[in-house]
């Protein structure tokens, strides 16, 4: 248990459909992401939050639109997706500390969902 | 391109030997790196980290290898366990605060009984 849980686990959705991925993390974080996992890819950042603000936006189409109310929770909104956006969305937080070797910043990851667009 | 690479896709080991996975990066503005480990069905864990200023980092069974002007880092597990059969990626970022890391594509090891 790493303390980041997301919802659903698995999700199966028409191109039409609006579905939402949810994100909570119980660390006391002040910093969460969005990252996708294509098959044979490597991770792919999407979005970065900090206290809140969108502050990183990888050139993600707009049919992802992330939504942070506050610091605990992050959202993954899906509307119209196209089956090329099948993959593991992982959501992961971090917050800055200092530690004997300097200031660090490990990123803690949820389980992921994963999506199949059909 | 990839800036992060780990051109081995697999790698099998036998239990009690040491596992050597590899990661090479292309930007040499990364100064920070780490491993994660990753289970099926569950999310990556953080493993081990290295800054630019250090050459090797330790921490129990696992070693960090950097080597700046081959841009290459490398993971040495020792020694090898069943348990340590995951999907290991390597990961860079400008400064240790950085947020946007850059992975590498893993490194499936098995650890054969």
């Known amino acids: 248990e790493t303390g980041v849980t997301q919802t659903p686990r698995h999700l199966v959705m028409g191109m039409t459909n609006k579905k939402s991925l949810k994100c909570e993390q119980h660390?006391?974080?002040?910093?969460m992401y969005w990252y996708k996992q294509s098959a044979k890819k490597p991770l792919e950042l999407m979005f970065v939050y900090n206290f809140k603000e969108q502050t990183e936006n990888n050139s993600v189409p707009s049919r992802f639109s992330p939504e942070c109310p506050n610091s605990s929770h992050l959202f993954l909104h899906l509307h119209t997706l196209q089956p090329e956006d099948s993959a593991l969305y992982l959501c992961?937080?971090?917050?800055?500390?200092?530690?004997?070797?300097?200031?660090?910043?490990?990123?803690?990851f949820g389980a992921g969902t994963r999506l199949s667009v059909l | 391109d990839q800036q992060v690479k780990q051109n081995s896709p697999s790698l099998s080991v036998q239990e009690g030997r040491i596992s050597i996975l590899n990661c090479d990066y292309t930007?040499?503005?990364?100064?920070?790196f780490l491993w994660y480990k990753k289970y099926p069905a569950e999310g990556p864990t953080f493993l081990i980290s290295i800054s630019s200023i250090k050459d090797k980092n330790e921490d129990g069974r696992f070693t960090v290898f950097l080597n700046k002007s081959a841009k290459h880092l490398s993971l040495h597990i020792v020694p090898s366990q069943p348990g340590d059969s995951a999907v290991y990626f390597c990961a860079a970022s400008v400064k240790d605060y950085g947020q946007n890391f850059v992975f590498g594509p893993g490194t499936r090891l098995s650890v054969l009984p």
């Open positions: 992961a937080s971090s917050t800055r500390r200092t530690s004997s070797r300097g200031v660090v910043n490990i990123q803690y």
């Open positions: 930007n040499s503005m990364f100064d920070y």
């Open positions: 660390l006391g974080h002040n910093a």
